[in-house]
């Protein structure tokens, strides 16, 4: 965190402090680090803003995409990208094992995941015709 403030809770049950206490503990971290990720995964995970329509949101991260391909592509050349409010929130050659931890992180919610590459990706699906007999 860049910059931190002091946050008082009144009223928090002990036992719930124990077990974060406990918990943070197994994994290393202070108390304040791992309340802090656990806000931020809870505020994360509350899906798109009532404002803003899903299809709008992948369209906004679709452009910040084209605007920052230049420098994604130096750091994710080759990768897929998972782009959630105008920033990369992870990345994986795999595209499978990055939207499972994406879906699990955030939910079911449209997220943008381009694979980062030189240029759009065009691909021809050829179109069924019917056999004359």
């Not at 803003?52 to 679709?62: K, Q």
């Not at 084209?66 to 959630?84: D, F, K, M, T």
């Amino acid at each position: 965190m860049a910059t931190g403030t002091t946050l008082y809770l009144r009223g928090v049950p002990r036992e719930l402090v124990r077990e974060a206490k406990a918990e943070a503990a197994r994994r290393g971290l202070t108390l304040t680090a791992f309340v802090a990720e656990a806000l931020r995964r809870a505020l994360e995970s509350t899906g798109p803003r009532p404002e803003v329509r899903p299809a709008d949101e992948l369209a906004e991260s679709l452009r910040w995409f084209e605007q920052n391909r230049a420098r994604l592509l130096r750091r994710y050349r080759g990768q897929y990208v998972a782009i959630h409010r105008n920033r990369v929130v992870d990345h994986d050659r795999d595209f499978d094992a990055l939207a499972r931890r994406v879906f699990r992180r955030f939910g079911p919610r449209p997220v943008c995941m381009p694979k980062v590459t030189e240029g759009e990706r065009v691909v021809h699906v050829p179109s069924p015709r019917l056999a004359e007999a």
